[in-house]
């Protein structure tokens, strides 16, 4: 169990991740991959890019295709 005087250490550092991630999507994408363990960290910002550049792609097609 955690001790008091720990968490009072704990929660100032947890407030200012969270703020750190507040707008940056990318990255809570990212520690959500990471938390489901579908990538090791290496790989999870480039897998991460391919997919909204694949994204992109599909959606930046004219429709007379």
Known sequence: ??????????HPKLLAD???????KERLTLS???ERGNLVEGQLYTTNVQEV?????SVSKPRGD
């Open 53 to 57: 550049a694949k994204t992109l792609q």
């Open 32 to 34: 959500a991959m990471a």
């Open 18 to 24: 969270v703020e750190g991630l507040r707008g940056q």
């Open 1 to 10: 169990m955690v001790q008091s005087q720990e968490l009072e250490v704990l």
